[in-house]
């Protein structure tokens, strides 16, 4: 079993969060982010890192407010 840890560089997190402020932070979905973000090939977050990254985020936000 070979697990790939995606590594979220400043930029891969900026594209993530303009995704997530265009489409609202509570109706954002994975597919729908990863449709925004508009990355292909070698680094690219596949769903499961998003849906992570997401959870993560929501929380984070959440916890400013």
Request: proline share 5%.
């Amino acid at each position: 079993l070979l697990i790939i840890i995606q590594v979220w560089t400043p930029e891969l997190h900026h594209s993530f969060e303009e995704a997530v402020s265009a489409l609202g932070l509570d109706e954002a979905k994975p597919s729908s982010i990863l449709s925004k973000m508009n990355c292909e090939g070698d680094g690219a977050p596949q769903m499961m890192n998003i849906k992570s990254h997401l959870q993560k985020y929501r929380v984070a936000k959440r916890a400013l407010e």
